[in-house]
């Protein structure tokens, strides 16, 4: 069965600090992934999604992903964070169930410090 | 993209009711979703709507409890029914858009539900 994984349930980082929060999934076939942000109060907001092609993929608010299928991973990064980053992250992959359901991970909480 | 809003955004509710929730979307979309995050927790497919068929459940939940609606392409109800303090949670609907093999799915605010 389809799973996703992020090991790290709570991260704070300095503001100004990179950042790389981790996951692995695990998918029979080519996996369609995505990063989601929670913000307090608020539903989920798309960060950026792979599909095919190029492996390192751009989002939005400055967020990147790398997709490893080696390692079955696909990393959220940013190189410099903002006070205003802080939130929950999901991971998610699609599965093959014939309809795009989207199965997550347990998501991140992160803390970013002034 | 697609615009959803969700009523009510929140509520306090007792023991033994029920509550529906209603998803509106700004656009005709085929396939809608819903999802339940309980608190702390990842999120969680209660089932898959199309319009003009039954809605299609996730293993654990049963259309007694959850019963949907979709009666047309931009709308959608959940009914959370005989409510307990294990159904408090967000409840998340989700819609499909974007055209393309794999669509991405866009949320709704969530629906904070508190059951005493």
């Known amino acids: 069965a389809q799973s996703v994984t992020q090991p790290d349930i709570h991260i704070t980082v300095s503001e100004g600090a990179s950042l790389e929060l981790r996951c692995n999934y695990s998918?029979?076939?080519?996996?369609?992934l995505f990063w989601y942000v929670q913000s307090p109060g608020q539903g989920l907001q798309l960060l950026l999604k792979?599909?095919?092609?190029?492996?390192l993929v751009q989002g939005i608010k400055g967020f990147e992903a790398e997709f490893k299928r080696s390692q079955s991973s696909f990393n959220l990064r940013k190189p410099s964070v903002h006070w205003s980053d802080a939130a929950e992250y999901f991971c998610?992959?699609?599965?093959?169930?014939?309809?795009?359901?989207?199965?997550f991970g347990a998501g991140t909480r992160l803390a970013v410090h002034p | 993209s697609a615009v959803i809003s969700q009523k009510p955004s929140r509520d306090i509710c007792q023991r033994g009711t029920s509550l529906t929730i209603q998803c509106q979307v700004d656009?005709?979309?085929?396939?809608m979703f819903w999802y339940r995050q309980q608190p702390g927790q990842s999120l969680t497919l209660i089932a898959t709507?199309?319009?003009?068929?039954?809605?299609?459940?996730e293993s654990g939940f049963v259309i007694d409890k959850f019963p949907i609606s979709r009666p047309n392409l931009t709308f959608s109800t959940l009914t959370v029914s005989n409510m307990s303090p294990e159904d408090s949670s967000i409840y998340l609907c989700?819609?499909?858009?974007?055209?393309?093999?794999?669509?991405?799915?866009?949320f709704g605010p969530g629906t904070r539900l508190t059951v005493l």
């Open positions: 792979y599909f095919s092609g190029d492996t």
């Open positions: 656009s005709q979309v085929t396939m």
């Open positions: 709507a199309n319009q003009g068929s039954e809605a299609t459940y």
């Open positions: 998918y029979g076939a080519t996996p369609y």
């Open positions: 989700s819609v499909e858009a974007g055209g393309g093999q794999i669509n991405e799915q866009f």
């Open positions: 998610a992959v699609t599965s093959s169930g014939g309809y795009n359901k989207l199965i």
